[in-house]
């Protein structure tokens, strides 16, 4: 395939907005391809070379993009960033400056599979001589680019394609193109991708044997399955009720969610919520796990928390959140930050997979798989039938350190729903009891200038919502309290991969902020309720034309929420529920609407 074709797709793309002329011509696009052509297609469009649990990373900096653009160009390097400050996007630079050069295009037209392979070289370009190993590479494929395959080269370099292809909508065109678009199709696609976590390997299966290929994708132990979520009730009477009065109550530790994957041979790959490889942060898990799972191969599912070694008292999250990202003297951390993981799901075990079975069968097999020990044991689990059951266990969890309670689903049908979101596992946090709403996690959008003590720094930030059916970042706040001094210090360097000079596209928000950001950091804070806005526009218009949600007086409660990407933050579907819950339960706010910026 030529790359030419992939670029014309992507500037359709670009102007289109709406998710079903986006599976149009993404399915146009597939339909012609082998399944070699057709994997890297599918890696591109999510901004990608390899799945994002192998965690290939192209490591080209601005700066190192700029100078490539400089030099396959002929232009001086502060022209390109002059350019692309006004523009807001270096692509666009490159499409005009390439659209300018004197000289003709260098060598033979760009193949894919021929940029692949130099995009691969490109990350797989590692220490001494690299950065220019980088440049050279790169230099050579904008030589060979006309404007438009410039444009999508170099923000696909950059991280930032911006044609707004999410994974769903991929889902939805493979359909399309290999399976006539039918519902049952398109589920069993997904259900593929849940499984195996990489889109490229579905669309292999289904463009070398169609539907019947999907058969071929199961578990894999070292693969990480995506992971199972949780709706909310606002009362435990609610969680009975949903639950058909009877459920499988555990504790809601607050941690660091781990998939273990054990193999035959003993080898464990530890996987994070967001699918990362944590395991080299948790050398004593994956020196214990091997020990205490019974029967492997085995895929398991827990929750990581710090561990107090002298009274056994588990510690609150700020704790273990210090072994993530570890990478240096982790001998002393261990010792420092002991951990435990509570095992609460097993999906594969002893080689077979389980994770189709109903959750009483899984819960059984997990405790036959498992000897527990002080690193890894079972999560607390009690089933109860009323409120007075599930209040005693809620308050016992709290006291353990939890910070609420899990409900799991007992019915036929209780399988383990990987990738989705659902009441078969409601969550409930202490918080509700207390009439406050559920912490949210918010992307960061912007960020106004401090002043005062905070002169120099950022005084405060605005997040927003993610809403996956848009594609968009509705900003519900400003959020300014709750920071102390370092983290405040800090922030600037933790934003400025995200910088950007002109309001991105996918954001909407009534305030102007000082600094724009494009989605990538998630905060999670709190706050005293939830009100309508005439500048925030988190689900526009869905209480009332005119205006968003917003959450009153937030307070950021001192944790980056960095096992969840901008995606991955609170919906403005659940900030809808929330605030609906709220309604219901507690005694409508004066509807008073906050001040703006508030
Ligand atoms: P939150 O911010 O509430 O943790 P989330 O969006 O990260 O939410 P949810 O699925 O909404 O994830 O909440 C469930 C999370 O709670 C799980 O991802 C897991 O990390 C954690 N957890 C703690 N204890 C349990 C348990 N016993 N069973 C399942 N999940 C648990």
Redesign the pocket.
């Known amino acids: 395939m030529r790359f030419a074709d992939l670029a014309a797709a992507y500037e359709r793309l670009e102007g289109t907005s709406g998710r079903l002329a986006m599976r149009s011509i993404l399915a146009e696009l597939f339909r012609p391809l082998g399944a070699g052509d057709l994997a890297k297609v599918v890696y591109l469009s999510q901004g990608l070379l390899r799945p994002e649990y192998e965690g290939v990373e192209l490591g080209v900096a601005d700066s190192l993009a700029r100078r490539a653009v400089a030099l396959a160009t002929g232009t001086e390097e502060p022209r390109v960033a002059t350019r692309s400050r006004e523009t807001g996007d270096l692509g666009t630079t490159t499409q005009e400056l390439v659209g300018g050069r004197s000289e003709a295009r260098a060598g033979a037209p760009l193949t894919v599979a021929g940029v692949y392979a130099d995009l691969e070289r490109i990350a797989s370009a590692k220490g001494e001589g690299s950065q220019e190993a980088k440049v050279r590479t790169l230099v050579e494929l904008l030589a060979r680019a006309s404007p438009l395959e410039a444009k999508f080269l170099v923000r696909f370099v950059l991280g930032t394609l911006r044609v707004g292809v999410r994974e769903m909508t991929i889902v939805d065109a493979l359909a399309e193109a290999f399976a006539s678009g039918t519902k049952e199709a398109r589920t069993r696609i997904e259900g593929a991708y849940n499984l195996s976590s990489d889109l490229g390997r579905v669309a292999t299966a289904l463009a070398e044997h169609g539907v019947a290929g999907l058969d071929t994708i199961g578990l894999t132990v070292g693969r990480p399955v995506r ?1 199972m ?2 709706e909310r009730e606002p009362t435990l009477a609610e969680v009975l009720e949903r639950m058909g009065g009877r459920t499988a109550l ?4 607050d941690g660091l ?1 781990v998939q273990a994957h054990v193999a035959a041979d003993g080898t464990v790959r530890l996987f994070s ?1 967001r699918l990362e490889e944590i395991g080299a942060q948790f050398p004593d898990l994956v020196a214990e796990l091997p020990k205490a799972i019974v029967a492997p191969p085995a895929i398991v599912e827990g ?1 990581c928390v710090s561990i107090d070694p002298d009274t056994d008292e588990i510690q609150p999250f700020q704790e273990v959140s210090r072994r993530r990202g570890r990478k240096h003297d982790l001998d002393r951390v261990q010792a420092e930050i002991p951990v435990c993981l509570f095992l ?1 799901d097993i999906l594969l075990a002893g080689g077979r997979p389980v994770y189709a079975d109903d959750f009483p069968d899984r819960r059984r097999r997990l405790e036959a798989a498992v000897r527990p020990s002080d690193r890894v044991r079972l ?1 607390t689990q009690r089933v109860v039938s009323d409120v007075a059951g599930a209040t005693e266990f809620l308050e016992e969890a709290v006291a353990a350190g939890g910070e609420g309670v ?1 409900a799991k689903s007992l019915k036929t049908g209780s399988a383990y729903r990987a990738g989705a ?1 659902g009441y078969w ?1 409601i ?1 409930y946090k202490r918080d509700y009891t207390e009439g406050l709403t559920d ?1 949210i ?1 918010g992307v960061v959008v912007g960020a106004f200038a401090g002043r005062g003590r905070r002169a120099g720094l950022f005084g405060a930030f605005l997040l927003a919502v993610y809403d996956p059916k848009r594609a968009r970042f509705e900003s519900f706040c400003k959020v300014g309290s709750g920071f102390d001094d370092a983290r405040l210090a800090e922030m600037p360097k933790r934003l400025a991969p995200f910088a950007s000079p002109v309001p991105p596209e996918e954001v909407e928000t009534g305030l102007a902020p000082d600094r724009w950001f494009r989605p990538g950091l998630v905060l999670e804070v709190q706050g005293a309720e939830l009100t309508l806005s005439p500048v925030h526009r988190a689900a526009p218009g869905a209480i009332r034309p005119g205006t968003g949600l917003a959450l009153r007086f937030p307070r950021f409660t001192g944790r980056i929420r960095d096992d ?1 990407g901008p995606t991955e933050a609170t919906t403005a579907h659940e900030l809808l529920e929330l605030y609906r819950h709220q309604v219901r339960h507690a005694a409508p706010s004066s509807g008073a609407d906050p001040e703006p910026g508030d």
């Open positions: 992971p979520l949780a555990e504790y809601k530790y969610r919520r929750e609460f999560a899990m979101r596992w969550k912490s996690d969840k």
